[in-house]
């Protein structure tokens, strides 16, 4: 402040101004510390050190004291002071009170940490304004946001399926929608009571949204428990009735507001009874009246409590709990009935813990038992393979597209398929010869529940582009491309030769766990036992011991032949077991099931690996060995199959397959075992399958007790795959069943009607196509000698075949003049017990002896397999969500 703005001096005698500065303390709020170099007891101003005001304010900031000894006393300077040596009231700027902020923080007047911890003031107003914010944000929302036309929300539409040549297959779905509304006086209490307690207790007594459950929800799956929605019946019904299903953040938030208005204006029964008039029941069923007929035909108004609690544990997951099964490994009879059972219990329970049931009417129920449900209806627009083809579909979409079932059903989609409407007619008709040729179920008892299934996918492109689901989708529900359950046998030993070619064999002398530089690679002229019941041993020459009992495990041959010492491409030429059981021991299980994922078979298909898993333990479906033995074909590149180009709607597309492709194995790998592959159909089992001129590779596959028998074999631009089984639909405990007899033949092996079935159907969807050939394969490996085929030349045949696999593709064995399972037939210089024309061939062998110990015994290449369909691990990508 300038000299000449101050106030003159007053006087220091009396006044009460004067009064008043007696009486105040010597010592300011902020008074400056005392100089050092003033007089002993000088007053302010006297002596001081610092020479201007804002040296003063400086002094005062770093921490002046108040009054003592020397200290300066407080009050204004006089005019010509040359600053404060004493604290005066401790004003900053000069005596000059500081601007007050609207919200202090950091504190004033604080220090250290205090200066950061808020006032009890800044902490009440910050949650006043978030309440307020979060109000008035909802308030707006909610005022913004408009419940949609129910009619308009609910309209559904039909889906057109197309060809891969774009003509349409089939309109199906959407308008044929099985719904019928009913008011809620006609919904029994029961059914109420049942949703109710099962899914939303608090319904009654809500505001449309629990936030508690969405919290106890968020806090399951942030430990890691079960997956839940959080969401109420209402949230439920209007995402049923005015919302898409798909998974968003903005969709969530506006399922939440609309539930709030909905909860608001609308009362709790006409939420009910809207909720139970849309939700998808399963069967196609749309609505409770619906969902009454498709499971215990007749009206809701007629449902027991019984049956009430099983049509709300349906609502859980409809494909999961019917009893009958439903789409994909996961969803087998045997499973479904557990978990309907299981959750039809709960259900039960749970009204009586919430109040709606007494304990004892509960106890009668439950003494009852389970309210099994009718077989499934299915529609009429699923004749013949169609609705096989539309359901492989519709699984492949809402496994890949994120659109979901609910909305498919609601129609107005273009789907176009990969499917060949001519191959899909030629494998069709392939089956129905074979069938009405041999299989009689009038004449023979054995012929009954005889089931086919086949695939048939482009290695180029993975596209499905044929598949035979079994006689008619109107009367035969499971779809036999997908999973079955059905073991695929030997016809997984070529993945068993891949592992082989691409790791080898471990080093006796070093432990289990070997990294590829300290393995022998091995060549498809390696020589192993083929004897039958050879001991199986370790990789380090140890005699296996079964892990159940401690017994050693002799693996039989087909017909318990002896074969001697064979090359691994004779053996898989004759469907020699114990060289395989054994070269999978020597590799690693392990490795062999590497190398089949890597082909294309689904983990979730895949058993586990015990000794015989190399002799196809595994259960992949009809399409999944088809995709996996494209894998050879393509050279070693691997493709997903799918039965999907692009779904559209109102013109537009919304969704379209991304072709994507990965190296499963080195070139050479896939073209060796292509070529020992050409083996088999040129002179070994499969030569029922050959195709003239055509190059074929192939390879025939049979379990345990005859209970199912392959052919899967591919040309450079078709894969395809046919299973063979038996198996009762009217059973009460499921089981695969002894095809031994069943058209008239003692036995059925891959080489017999599946096989047959290939060659009609491959010879007619190629016709007018060019002749392929294979890519030649170069050498590969080493000959190594399994434990049991020494290499000395006392126990090996001097003349060995050629090391080195073809370099060109007419270079495999020569075909016999009269191609037949019955030719002559080469015999390996290996194969001491070979003779031609030998019942070592395609229908060679009789009934077989028994297995070893979890092994197999009795057809070629036979391996365990298990009395249940369902044995085997589920999964598939054509299953169920993943379709």
């Known amino acids: 402040m300038s000299e000449h703005r101050r106030k003159p001096p007053q006087p220091q005698g009396g006044g009460r101004a004067a009064a008043r500065r007696a009486a105040q303390p010597t010592s300011g709020r902020r008074a400056a510390p005392p100089s050092s170099s003033a007089a002993p007891g000088a007053g302010s101003g006297e002596g001081s050190q610092y020479g201007s005001r804002a040296e003063a304010r400086r002094a005062a900031q770093r921490g002046g004291g108040g009054s003592g000894s020397g200290g300066g006393g407080g009050g204004r300077r006089r005019p010509g002071d040359p600053g404060p040596a004493g604290g005066g009231r401790g004003r900053r700027d000069g005596g000059r009170p500081g601007k007050k902020r609207f919200i202090d923080y950091p504190r004033s007047g604080k220090t250290g940490a205090w200066r950061w911890m808020p006032s009890w003031k800044l902490v009440l107003g910050a949650c006043f304004t978030v309440v307020a914010l979060i109000l008035g944000t909802v308030g707006i929302a909610l005022a913004v946001v408009q419940v949609p036309s129910e009619q308009k929300a609910a309209a559904v539409q039909k889906n057109v399926y197309y060809w891969a040549d774009g003509k349409q297959m089939v309109v199906a779905g959407g308008g044929a929608l099985n719904r019928q509304i009913v008011p809620i006086s006609k919904i029994p209490l029961s059914m109420q009571d049942a949703v109710i307690s099962a899914e939303n207790a608090s319904f009654r007594k809500d505001w449309g949204v629990d936030p508690m459950g969405i919290l106890r929800a968020v806090v399951k799956m942030a430990q890691g428990g079960e997956t839940q929605s959080g969401s109420t019946i209402t949230q439920q019904f209007v995402k049923n009735t005015y919302l898409s299903q798909e998974q968003t953040l903005k969709r969530k938030a506006t399922e939440l507001l609309i539930s709030i208005k909905v909860g608001a204006t609308k009362d709790k029964d006409s939420i009910l009874a809207g909720y139970l008039n849309t939700a998808y029941y399963g069967r196609g069923a749309y609505g409770i009246q619906a969902a009454a007929r498709a499971y215990f035909d007749k009206d809701c108004t007629q449902l027991t409590p019984s049956e009430s609690a099983y049509l709300a544990a349906t609502l859980n997951g409809p494909n999961l709990y019917d009893p009958y099964g439903g789409q994909g490994p996961a969803a087998t009879p045997e499973k479904n009935t557990k978990r309907a059972t299981d959750r039809w ?215 318990d032949e002896d074969k001697g010492l064979i090359s691994l491409r004779t053996a898989m030429q004759f469907s020699v077991n114990t060289p395989y059981i054994q070269l999978g021991m020597d590799v690693g299980t392990d490795l062999v099931k590497e190398a089949a994922l890597k082909a294309g078979l689904d983990k979730d298909q895949l058993a586990s690996t015990t000794p015989t898993f190399s002799l196809g333990t595994s259960a992949p479906s009809a399409i999944r060995l088809a995709g996996a033995y494209a894998t050879f074909a393509a050279s070693g590149k691997q493709i997903d199959p799918y039965s999907v180009e692009k779904v559209e709607k109102d013109g537009k597309p919304i969704f379209t397959h991304e072709v994507s492709s990965k190296v499963a194995f080195d070139p050479n790998v896939a073209n060796n075992v292509t070529d020992v592959l050409k083996t088999v159909v040129e002179a070994g089992t499969g030569t029922s399958a050959q195709l003239g001129d055509r190059p074929v590779a192939g390879k025939t596959g049979t379990t345990d007790g005859n209970r199912s028998a392959w052919f899967a074999g591919y040309t450079p631009q078709l894969s395809t795959s046919i299973g063979m089984y038996r198996v009762d639909p009217n059973a009460k405990k499921q089981e695969f069943l002894s095809m031994r007899g069943v058209g008239g033949k003692q036995t059925i092996h891959g080489a017999s009607f599946p096989a047959d079935i290939w060659a009609d159907y491959m010879g007619k969807a190629l016709k007018g196509e060019p002749v392929e050939q294979f890519q030649p394969a170069q050498p590969i490996g080493q000959k190594v000698f399994g434990d049991g085929a020494s290499p000395s030349p006392s126990a090996v045949p001097s003349a060995t075949p050629s090391a080195t696999p073809s370099q060109t593709p007419s270079a495999t064995p020569s075909k016999p003049a009269s191609p037949s399972p019955s030719a002559s037939r080469p015999c390996s210089p290996f194969d001491r017990h070979c003779q031609p024309g030998g019942n070592g061939g395609a229908n060679g062998g009789g009934p077989g002896g028994p297995g070893g110990i979890g092994g197999p015994g009795g057809d070629p290449g036979e391996s365990p397999s298990p009395s249940d369909p369902s044995h085997g691990r589920p999964g598939g990508l054509f299953g169920g969500m993943r379709g």
């Open 345 to 559: 219990k709960w259900t039960l329970d749970r009204e009586v813990q919430v109040g709606h049931m007494q304990a004892a009417d509960r106890d009668d129920w439950v003494k009852k038992g389970f309210p099994m449900p009718q077989k499934p209806k299915p529609a009429t627009n699923r004749a013949g393979q169609i609705g096989y083809l539309t359901d492989l579909a519709d699984n492949y979409i809402v496994a890949h597209s994120g659109i979901s079932k609910s909305q498919l059903d609601r129609g107005g989609y273009q789907i176009h398929t990969t499917f060949d409407h001519a191959k899909v007619d030629y494998l069709s008709k392939a089956v129905e010869d074979v069938r009405k040729a041999n299989i009689k179920p009038d004449v023979r008892d054995v012929d009954k529940y005889v089931q086919f299934g086949g695939a048939s996918v482009d290695p180029k492109t993975g596209k499905i582009v044929a598949i035979y689901g079994g006689e008619n989708a109107l009367e035969h529900y499971t779809n036999n491309a997908d999973y079955t359950g059905v073991q695929v046998g030997s016809t997984f030993k070529p993945f068993v030769l891949a592992a082989a070619m691409t790791h080898g064999k471990r080093d006796p002398s070093l432990g289990p766990t070997q990294d590829d530089s300290q393995r022998t690679l091995v060549s498809p002229e390696s020589v192993y036992n083929g004897n039958n019941k050879v001991t199986l041993r370790t990789y380090d020459g140890k005699v296996w011991h079964d892990d159940t009992d401690g017994s050693e495990w002799h693996q039989p041959n087909d017909g």
